[in-house]
């Protein structure tokens, strides 16, 4: 598809576990972002890169959270040793902007994330 | 300090009137965009409207228009003739170059269209 492309759409895992998070973004977009919304909060800035480099990772949470990009294209966002408070939809945006003032994020459908 | 400000949680609208929501910024930044979005209660984030820090007028994009006061660090999004469809949470979002680009949301507003 066109679209950003996010899988899985909806994890439910216990306690411990780890947990990988993919994000296809938009063919040729160069920025590519994680976000994280708790039920019915704002979007919660995790990590961006620009190609496969991350210049801001100052908004992962802790050290069980790591994401990679490889190719300039798809990104995953590992969470290890999951908490309850992990629970959240996590949006994966890319953008043909980097590092820019223009050009609107486009949005994948998110992937919910339910710790047990 | 708090980036963007969204200070209505919620709004209420009757349907076919227009409604204001609110957003103030805060940055150093000469050069930076302003974005809002509008998430329904499906999930998906929609891009609505944009408006650069240099652009002299105030941006519209169909029922949507943004009022754009500089001096005031001010961004509001006003939606035209509300429809049923509109009811959805609304996001204003900042991005700034010397922020790397990187996008900085509101807390949101939920606005409810009633019939």
């Known amino acids: 598809g066109a679209g950003v492309s996010q899988s899985p759409s909806n994890k439910v895992t216990e306690k411990g576990k780890d947990v990988e998070l993919r994000c296809d973004p938009i063919?040729?977009?160069?920025?590519l972002y994680w976000y994280r919304q708790s039920l019915g909060q704002g979007l919660e800035f995790l990590i961006y890169f620009q190609g496969n480099s991350a210049p801001d990772k100052s908004g992962l949470p802790s050290d069980r959270f790591s994401a990679e990009r490889t190719g300039g294209s798809v990104s995953t966002l590992t969470i290890q040793r999951t908490q309850q408070e992990d629970s959240a939809v996590y949006l994966c945006a890319s953008s043909s902007q980097a590092g820019e003032d223009t050009g609107e994020l486009f949005f994948g459908e998110g992937s919910r994330l339910t710790v047990l | 300090a708090q980036k963007i400000t969204q200070t209505q949680p919620g709004m209420f609208v009757q349907e076919k009137e227009a409604v204001t929501l609110d957003c103030t910024y805060d940055?150093?930044?000469?050069?930076?965009?302003l974005f809002w979005y509008k998430q329904p209660s499906s999930g998906e984030m929609i891009f609505l409207i944009y408006q650069g820090s240099y652009d002299q007028q105030n941006a519209t994009e169909g029922r949507y228009s943004l009022n754009f006061q500089k001096a005031r660090k001010s961004a509001n999004l006003v939606i035209s003739a509300s429809q049923l469809g509109d009811s959805a949470m609304y996001f204003c979002a900042m991005r700034e170059p010397t922020n790397a680009g990187k996008s900085t949301f509101g807390d949101g507003t939920t606005l409810t269209v009633k019939p």
């Open positions: 940055t150093s930044d000469p050069s930076y965009g």
């Open positions: 063919s040729g977009h160069t920025a």
